[in-house]
């Protein structure tokens, strides 16, 4: 019999720890590989942990709401055999081999050695067992992220893997070794501000914040500290927006039992002005720009608890204008319902954030690491303005709002943010006020 540490996953960008909620399994449970052993809720979302193993759960080293550090062991679990093989303890084959036999285990464990390590990319998620399937086998990253899974949503499972490997084995050996990480040089850091002190007085409450709250906190203050932040601002009219939404929505809501909000109205025009500047659909890593082949834009969202959650809308410019109705309410309900996956959080290369919802009428949002760009979109009014014809001007009333820019200047130059900006307010005073839907 062996012992084999189940350790919480990573689950996600900048997910540090996650609470044990409940235990999906008891001591003396038999547990099959890629089954559930208990929930845990994270600072973004709540998800399940997955044994990578068959055997008997013997041990639960945490109870409901501990808080658990990603790595950290949080259960032991008895198999059968030999304990199966990890990063840290590779199993040692004791049987001779072959010499082609060694020849080929000796390319394996040099992919193992070099390859940078599986991890669950903007796209896919992959449970613990597929990750350590992968690296036993010597799959590198890229290969990994070409497998076709059958799971949900399209997740790689442990059949996809065994049904991948008896194919590959009738084919040659390959190994990509990927290029050793360029070691970071360390900055000397500055003394750390002392805060001012606050006083307390006897009437005062001391409200100790979230652990999500200090998530968002730290987030904030590393972007500001990380890009320079320069701000567009620009005056959409959004009058043929208005009178078409107020025409159309309740044969929407009829037809396709969604609410037609402006969201994706504007989220369409966001993706579209992405596609014309994909300079804008980048990060920065280093002293290198990553240009995004896909669209996935962020979308703000608010919490009950009043705190922000930015679920991504995948390759959004491919979508019509009812799948992106679709998807903005889905994952708005979701978000509010705290029923978001991992999977719904991550990948985001462009964020829109609706500072209108709350009555502002704009606003200098910061960039949502590690991305370059932000738009806020303000408030609609209902203001007089000059309206040109060929007879000449007179003021009428309009619809109008604020689209108020943010982007790293590090790497997006004023006329690049402005022209973008400038990009999605024609797309948006260009709108058809006769667009069948």
């Known amino acids: 019999m062996a012992r084999f540490e189940l350790k919480l996953p990573k689950m996600g960008e900048s997910v540090a720890e996650a609470t044990i909620t409940s235990w999906l399994k008891e001591v003396g449970d038999t547990i099959e590989a890629d089954e559930a052993v208990l929930e845990i809720a994270t600072d973004k ?18 109870n409901v709401d501990d808080v658990v550090n990603v790595g950290q062991t949080i259960a032991i679990i008895e198999t059968d055999g030999d304990a199966p093989e990890t990063a840290a303890a590779p199993k040692e084959e004791s049987t001779p081999e ?27 998620f992959y449970s613990p067992l597929v990750k350590n399937m992968a690296k036993t086998e010597g799959i590198s990253q890229s290969e990994l992220d070409a497998i076709p899974g059958t799971g949900k949503d399209g997740r790689v499972t442990k059949n996809d893997m065994m049904a991948y490997l008896e194919n590959r084995g009738s084919q040659p050996a390959t190994t990509q070794i990927a290029p050793a990480t360029p070691q970071k040089t360390e900055t000397p850091k500055s003394a750390p501000k002392t805060a001012a002190p606050v006083s307390v007085n006897g009437g005062d409450e001391i409200i100790e914040m979230t652990r999500m709250g200090k998530l968002i906190a730290h987030h904030m203050v590393e972007s500001v500290q990380t890009s320079a932040h320069v701000q ?7 009058t043929n927006i208005w009178n078409w939404r107020k ?10 039992g969604e609410n037609l909000t402006f969201t994706p109205i504007f989220m369409e025009a966001v993706a579209k002005a992405l596609r014309d500047f994909p300079m804008m659909n980048i990060s920065v890593q280093g002293d290198k720009i990553i240009k995004k082949k896909n669209i996935n834009l962020g979308m ?14 995948k390759n959004a410019d491919q979508l019509n204008l009812v799948g992106m109705a679709k998807q903005v ?14 999977d719904d959080i991550q990948g985001g290369t462009y964020t829109v954030t609706n500072v209108g919802t709350f009555g502002s009428v704009m606003g ?6 590690p991305q370059v760009g932000i738009l806020a979109l303000g408030a609609i009014r209902k203001v007089p303005a000059v309206i040109e014809t060929p007879e000449g001007d007179f003021i009428g009333i309009r619809y109008k709002m604020f689209l108020s820019h943010s982007y790293d200047h590090r790497v997006v130059n004023g006329a690049l943010g402005g022209q973008f900006v400038q990009a999605v307010k024609n797309y948006l005073e260009a709108w058809d006020s006769n667009r069948e839907i």
Request: proline share 7%; charged share 30%; no cysteine.
């Open 232 to 238: 567009s601002f620009i005056e959409a009219d959004v």
């Open 247 to 256: 025409k159309v929505k309740n044969d929407f809501a009829k037809r396709e």
């Open 45 to 62: 979302v709540d998800s399940e942990v997955p044994s990578e193993v068959d055997g008997v759960l013997v041990e639960k080293l945490f």
């Open 98 to 124: 072959p010499e082609a036999a060694q020849e080929v285990a000796k390319t394996v464990e040099v992919a193992k050695e070099t390859a940078e390590p599986i991890t669950s990319n903007g796209d896919r």
């Open 364 to 369: 200098t949002p910061i960039i949502n690491q």
């Open 329 to 342: 309410n889905d994952l708005a309900g979701r978000a509010r319902e705290n029923k978001l996956k991992p």
């Open 300 to 313: 703000a969202a608010a919490l009950p608890d009043g705190n922000l959650i930015v679920p991504v809308i």
